[in-house]
């Protein structure tokens, strides 16, 4: 028998049942529940007089609708302050642990859970949100799911799925300086485009993975569902362990000993076969710039726009001259010379402490253009203190960012923070749909230091030889 | 949910790659708390023009496609963010099947639990089905369940693949949770190997 990978070890100790066709009823462990996609779960329960199977394994916080400004204000739109209150109500009702907004501990659901010590390794986690696949960081097989599935699992701590297959993507060589995780999963995006892991779980290995921080393991994973993988994931090792010891959420004492020691056992043997691989060279990964309205329309930002006349399939050449045709770009001008008007640094992709301090780095001594409106959103209430504490909303606030609460924000605009139609955006989140950001906005997806680059300069600039 | 078995309905092709959950409905119509009146933020934003008219030239807006109830598209659509309010807004509107190449995971699944079809045929397929479909006003398919096919105006045939089980709970229209429930005494039996096994996930997180 040949060995087992990461994904089939978590897979196989969940299964509490399989019907003939290999259809799984899969145990939960845990589940994260925002405002957004929960209102109608929590109404499905109630109309069938079910409760929640285990509601201590269920965290909630609102984060989608919050307001970035003034909390004690109270929300200016009523239907957001609605499905917030609906939340308060409907966790009061099922005694679910929720982080009001009011809370420090509140902040965008995928940087609280593992900022709590919430998300644990060799764990499944799911949220009623595509970006779960974040909690994969730490070796958990975590992924989105619908409301459907979000009332499936309060009300049976199970879901019903058939077994994804496995993708490794290996990353080895050393990245070059500047260069992030963020960088390097736009750089798969654009290797594997964004249907090339549906229908697989993903995991990431290598020696540049290794090298990475949580945080960047958790930009990573975060994009996993951006190329189309529901979840993705990375071996835990002694970072991992590390970042998890006497976070509030995670096992104490012996507890926490006895916890390790299951962890170790989580890695891919060496004998294991994966579906599919894909390898690439960290030391090719240029700094990355998305151009278009997919996040696998993406270049180095030495690269120039792509020219869709070059293009031999039709139906690539017509998404293409789409996409240029919404973004304002022309074929071949050069990534450099797409000026910006506004900066997004933040989401569950780049809002936590590391992401921050990099950030606030490159922004010391530096000044926001004077044709660019930037902004800092941390991706909690928690990075936010820590950051002040550190002084780092003051670097930001010198340099001519805004300084803001916690929340998602701008990444899909459903607070009042939008771009207006036509405003070109430098965005460390993770889409640049159509309108994602505001109708008619324009996103162009970056990692932090380019962000902050792009702020100061008014359009992009290579990370790599600026300042 | 309403059981699937079989249809014949009138298709509107909406010719485009990738199409994501964003423009399947838009953020502002996610602010909802319940999972009926999703209907106007269909493809909210390609249906307006900048002035806040009707776009005739989207495909909705015209009247050749009113009442179809078969939507056909191209790869990876549903793409991006999780919302089931995008099947909800597409079963508001009237379709109950979609049809493409290729469907992004989490899309695919609300889809089942919202008594949708989505069914895969093969790009050539779908290429065919899109020529007839944007050249012939009126033009209908038969799709059946049971025999995983779809079938053309001409008689020709299309066979589809999906899971058996999948196929028996639309089938049938059953709540899944309610099966689910059937296997309590199976999670049961799993919950209480899990607590012995991996006891630090059963700490009470509300103390």
């Known amino acids: 028998m040949s060995g087992q990978t990461l994904f089939d070890k978590i897979w ?79 966790c009061r009702e099922f005694g679910i642990t929720l982080f009001g907004m009011n809370d420090i501990r509140q902040g965008v659901v995928h940087v609280i859970g593992p900022e709590q010590g919430f998300t644990l390794p060799g764990t499944t986690i799911v949220c009623g949100d595509s970006h779960t696949s974040t909690h994969g960081a730490f070796g958990a097989l975590a992924f989105g799911i619908g409301t459907s599935e979000v009332e499936h699992v309060l009300a049976t701590q199970c879901l019903v799925q058939k077994r994804p297959k496995t993708m490794e993507i290996r990353v080895d060589g050393t990245l070059s300086d500047r260069c992030s995780a963020k960088d390097v999963i736009l750089a798969i995006i654009g290797r594997i485009g964004t249907a090339g ?19 960047g393991r958790m930009t990573l994973c975060n994009m996993s569902i951006e190329g189309g993988a529901r979840a993705g994931m990375v071996a835990p090792d002694d970072r991992t362990v590390a970042y998890i010891k006497g976070r509030p959420l995670a096992p104490k004492g012996d507890l926490f000993d006895q916890a390790v020691k299951a962890w170790r056992q ?70 450099t010379d797409i ?51 550190e ?77 | 949910m309403q059981a699937f078995t079989q249809m014949t309905g009138l298709v509107a092709p909406l010719d485009r790659v990738n199409v994501d959950t964003d423009q399947i409905i838009p953020k502002q119509f996610l602010k909802t708390i319940k999972r009926t009146g999703l209907r106007e933020g269909l493809f909210y934003d390609w249906r307006r023009r900048k002035d806040g008219s009707p776009d005739p030239s989207f495909f909705l807006n015209q009247p050749r496609y009113q009442g179809a109830t078969i939507l056909l598209t ?33 899309f695919y699944n609300n889809c089942f639990q919202n008594g949708i079809l989505p069914v ?32 053309t105006p001409a008689g020709k045939q299309h066979r589809f693949e999906i899971d058996p089980f999948r196929k028996d709970c639309l089938y049938r ?24 096994e991996a006891p630090w996930l059963f700490v009470d997180l509300s103390s």
């Open chain 1, 391 to 467: 002084g780092l909303d003051r670097v930001f606030r010198e340099a001519g960012f805004e300084w803001r609460e916690a929340g998602c924000s701008m990444c899909l605009a459903m607070n009042a923070d939008v771009l207006q139609p036509g405003e070109r955006c430098a965005s460390t989140s993770n889409r640049n749909f159509e309108g994602r950001q505001g109708a008619g906005g324009r996103t162009h997806l970056v990692s932090p230091a380019m962000a902050v680059a792009a702020a100061v300069e008014g359009h992009f600039v290579d990370i790599r030889n600026w300042g």
């Open chain 1, 12 to 90: 196989d100790s969940h299964v509490v049942r399989a019907e003939p066709d290999g259809t799984t009823l899969l145990y939960i462990d845990r589940q994260l529940v925002h405002e957004v996609t929960s209102p109608q779960a929590f109404e499905g329960l109630k109309l069938a007089g079910r409760r929640p199977r285990r509601p201590s394994a269920t965290l909630a916080v609102p984060d989608h609708n919050v307001p970035t400004t003034d909390r004690r204000l109270a929300i200016a739109d009523p239907i957001s302050a609605k499905q917030i209150q609906t939340l308060e109500d409907n």
């Open chain 1, 266 to 335: 989580l890695k891919t043997d060496a004998d294991a076969k994966y579906d599919a691989t894909v390898t690439l060279r960290a030391d090719d990964i240029a700094p990355q710039v998305s151009w278009g309205t997919s996040p696998g329309m993406v270049t180095g930002v030495d690269g120039r726009v792509p020219d869709p006349r070059t293009m031999g399939d039709e139906k690539t050449r017509k998404a293409t001259e789409r996409a240029l045709e919404y973004m304002g770009l022309t074929a071949n001008m050069p990534i």
């Open chain 2, 173 to 196: 229209g059953l709540d899944s949770i309610g099966l689910t429930l059937q296997h309590e005494p199976a999670i049961a039996v799993y919950e209480a190997r899990r607590r012995s």
């Open chain 2, 120 to 151: 895969v045929l093969k790009s050539d397929e779908v290429q065919s089905l899109m020529k007839d479909a944007l050249g012939s006003e009126g033009y209908g398919l038969s799709v059946d369940l049971g025999l995983q096919t779809v079938t």
């Open chain 1, 197 to 215: 892991g549906t229908g697989y779980v993903i995991e990431y290995t290598g020696s540049a993975i290794s090298a990475l921080s949580m945080e």
């Open chain 2, 74 to 106: 191209r790869d990876n659509f549903g793409c991006g963010s999780s919302r089931e309010h995008a099947p909800w807004a597409l079963l508001d509107q009237g379709f109950r099947c979609v049809i493409a190449p290729s469907f992004a995971d989490i």
């Open chain 1, 339 to 389: 000026r910006i008007d506004k900066v997004f640094i933040g989401s569950c992709t780049n809002s936590r402490i590391e992401d921050l301090r990099l950030a606030a780095g490159f922004a010391k001594g530096k000044k926001v253009a004077k044709t660019v409106h930037a902004m800092v959103v941390p991706g909690s209430g928690l990075v936010k203190q820590q950051a002040e504490e």
